[in-house]
Nanobody, 124 residues
Framework: QVQLVESGGGSVQTGGSLRLSCAASGYTISTLGWFRQAPGKEREGVAVIYNGGRTTYYADSVKGRFTISQDDAKNTVYLQMNSLKPEDTAMYYC???????????????????WGQGTQVTVSS
């Protein structure tokens, strides 16, 4: 049984940093993405790591501020978030394992497994 558990969320002020973790069990990470969803908005892809951790891809809104990384020994993926802005406020989810016929690495329809989410709140 695949389980993804997110942690590391919290409340910070504008310009602050947080590091989110997504620990996987029952699944050896090959492709894992971070998504976020703010109230009243669609879930959007933030960053993805794939190709055995050798390749990363980011949404334009977070490029240069967020870094995704993978620790194979811990089977965990991290999302380091720096220079946080109020518009980064959302529930953050990790997702793993691309579906057959996946449509895009940052598309929420592309993944089979999801965590429960961790809340990130950035105040101005």
């Amino acid at each position: 049984q695949v389980q993804l558990v997110e942690s590391g969320g919290g409340s910070v002020q504008t310009g602050g940093s947080l590091r989110l973790s997504c620990a996987a069990s029952g699944y050896t990470i090959s492709t894992l993405g971070w998504f976020r969803q703010a109230p009243g908005k669609e879930r959007e892809g933030v960053a993805v790591i794939y190709n055995g951790g050798r390749t990363t891809y980011y949404a334009d809104s977070v490029k240069g501020r967020f870094t995704i990384s993978q620790d194979d020994a811990k089977n965990t993926v991290y999302l380091q978030m720096n220079s946080l802005k109020p518009e980064d406020t959302a529930m953050y989810y990790c997702a793993a394992d691309l579906k057959d016929g996946w449509v895009g690495l940052l598309s929420f329809n592309s993944y089979n497994y999801w965590g429960q989410g961790t809340q990130v709140t950035v105040s101005s």
